[in-house]
């Protein structure tokens, strides 16, 4: 099992060179990797909707001989702006996705969470899965906490 910990000072294509899952060459294996993110791991996307965050991401590979299983898990939780107030609160995220590649002659998207990579594939690229995974359990409506039994009352009526 792999750790690893983002810090500021390092260049960001170093960075993202830090979220390369290698994949097993033999034809069967499984292999996990851990990361504890924070800002930092934000700052790698130019104009991303986060910048302040804690995240605890556990992805576990699987290899069969035509095909690669990625299985995330990710919990912390991410700063968000009040739609009503601008108040800041923390958000919860617990996010479970599991992302397939195929083994094949070419690198490219098939569906989503469906890939296809060369069979001289050794390595798979993650971090922007992670931000798309984040991203994408972030409610388009952002409302503090104590707005929410409010917000439910008016979808009633």
Do not use: W
Not at 12 to 30: N, W, Y
Not at 125 to 131: D, E, L
């Amino acid at each position: 099992m792999h750790t690893l910990s983002l810090e500021g000072g390092y260049d960001t294509m170093i960075k993202l060179h830090e979220f390369t899952i290698q994949v097993p060459r033999a034809d069967t294996g499984s292999s996990q990797v851990t990361y504890q993110l924070d800002d930092t791991f934000f700052e790698l996307f130019e104009g991303s909707l986060l910048e302040t965050g804690k995240l605890n991401v556990d992805i576990k590979l699987d290899k069969t001989p035509r095909h690669i299983q990625l299985f995330f898990s990710i919990q912390g939780e991410v700063e968000l702006s009040c739609d009503r107030t601008l108040e800041l609160f923390n958000y919860p995220i617990n996010i479970e996705r599991v992302v397939h590649f195929k083994i094949g002659d070419e690198n490219k998207e098939l569906d989503i969470d469906l890939y296809m990579i060369e069979r001289q594939g050794s390595s798979i690229q993650v971090a922007q899965h992670i931000y798309d995974f984040v991203t994408l359990a972030i409610p388009m409506k952002r409302l503090h906490p104590r707005f929410t039994d409010e917000e439910a009352e008016e979808e009633v009526d």
